[in-house]
């Protein structure tokens, strides 16, 4: 690392910082005011609305916005050197391109690295915080933490099926039970009971008011019994899923999530897979945004900056479109889910060759 390293790299965190705690500001001001009627309906003090909502918002929207930031933050500052002629005279100086773009490498994967550790372990807190007054005191006034799920199909094993009809979460207390063991093609067993009943004292699932049938080619035989205690392969906090369930799910815990739902074979977790596979991704367009960003605004130019910033904006606004209509073929069609994530840096890949092509060397 050169002086000319450590000025560049400068030039991009401080740039970047500067950028983000701004738009943050803009951001929480515009929220607040918009939000103003809820806050004062929720009668919490104003410590407690920024401990309950901003604690959780402003990470959010952090992480939301930082590739956006990161790539007009990388085109603002190289577009000022490049206005001063900075590039010039240090490509003039024997430095090659591909040498001037290290520190532009260094600072991506640094900011790429941090953006993948708070995609894991952070981001989910926050935006748990941030869903938890959002549906208790703005979308929903009378939530209590707890879901009713309603009819649920799942598959325990690779044998046996079964279905709950209805799912309190609060009493932890199911409805209309059935599990079915089913061995090559062939019924061999079939369970019913009035209720399915979460033991808390003993961590265990219990049945009550079963009937049990024992299936044996043409023999059948029927038991009825009170109660019983049963094997399965979930626990109750799994039916609490609303519609930021896979945003304040930590990534291991969300891969668990979506071992389990391919297990029973639950239809429509496109949605988790594709949230699985962005963050991984996001982090990843970190890098690749950012020599997009010196490959447009590394050239000198009449317009200046301002012609950098509407090229940046323009590119930014395709990026985001292309990640947009990539997510909705996944979730409401049949695009694979983890080609949706990775579709914008793979066309955008091709995007920024064509554009270093084109860059002064």
Excluded: C
């Excluded at 030039?11 to 943050?24: D, G, K, R």
């Excluded at 080619?217 to 094997?231: C, H, L, S």
């Amino acid at each position: 690392m050169t002086k000319l390293d450590w000025y560049i790299l400068r030039q991009y965190i401080s740039t970047f910082v500067f950028a983000i705690l701004l738009l943050t500001f803009i951001t929480v001001v515009i929220d607040t005011s918009e939000h103003s009627d809820d806050f004062v309906k929720s009668g919490l003090s104003t410590w407690e609305i920024i401990k309950q909502y901003h604690f959780g918002f402003v990470p959010r929207m952090i992480t939301l916005l930082f590739p956006l930031f990161i790539f007009i933050s990388v085109i603002f500052f190289t577009s000022k050197l490049a206005g001063r002629t900075e590039i010039v005279a240090i490509l003039a100086s024997g430095i090659s391109f591909n040498r001037f773009l290290r520190p532009y490498w260094i600072g991506s994967i640094l900011f790429a690295v941090l953006l993948w550790l708070s995609f894991r372990y952070v981001t989910p807190i926050a935006n748990g915080i941030f869903s938890t007054f959002q549906n208790k005191y703005i979308d929903n006034p009378n939530y209590s933490g707890e879901y009713n799920a309603s009819t649920i199909y799942f598959r325990n094993d690779s044998t046996h099926y079964g279905s709950v009809s209805y799912f309190d979460t609060a009493t932890k207390r199911g409805n209309a039970f059935t599990l079915q063991e089913i061995k090559h093609n062939e019924l061999k067993q079939n369970i019913r009971a009035e209720s399915l009943v979460w033991d808390t004292a003993k961590k265990r699932w219990k049945l009550e008011v079963v009937t049990i049938r024992d299936i044996n080619g043409d023999v059948e035989k029927v038991r009825q019994i009170n109660d019983t205690v049963i094997n399965l392969n979930f626990k109750p906090s799994e039916f609490k899923k609303g519609q930021y369930t896979k945003d304040i799910l930590k990534t291991p815990e969300l891969q668990e999530l979506i071992r389990k739902e391919k297990l029973r074979g639950t239809e429509g977790i496109n949605d988790l897979i594709v949230e699985r596979h962005r963050r991984d991704a996001t982090p990843v367009s970190i890098v690749l945004l950012t020599m997009m960003g010196v490959a447009v605004s590394s050239r000198k130019v009449r317009g200046g900056s301002g012609l950098h910033l509407a090229m940046g904006i323009i590119l930014a606004a395709l990026f985001i479109l292309t990640d947009r209509f990539s997510t909705i073929f996944s979730t409401k069609g049949n695009f694979p889910p983890a080609l949706a994530a990775w579709t914008p840096n793979l066309i955008f890949f091709f995007v920024t060759i064509y554009l270093f092509k084109k860059a002064p060397k």
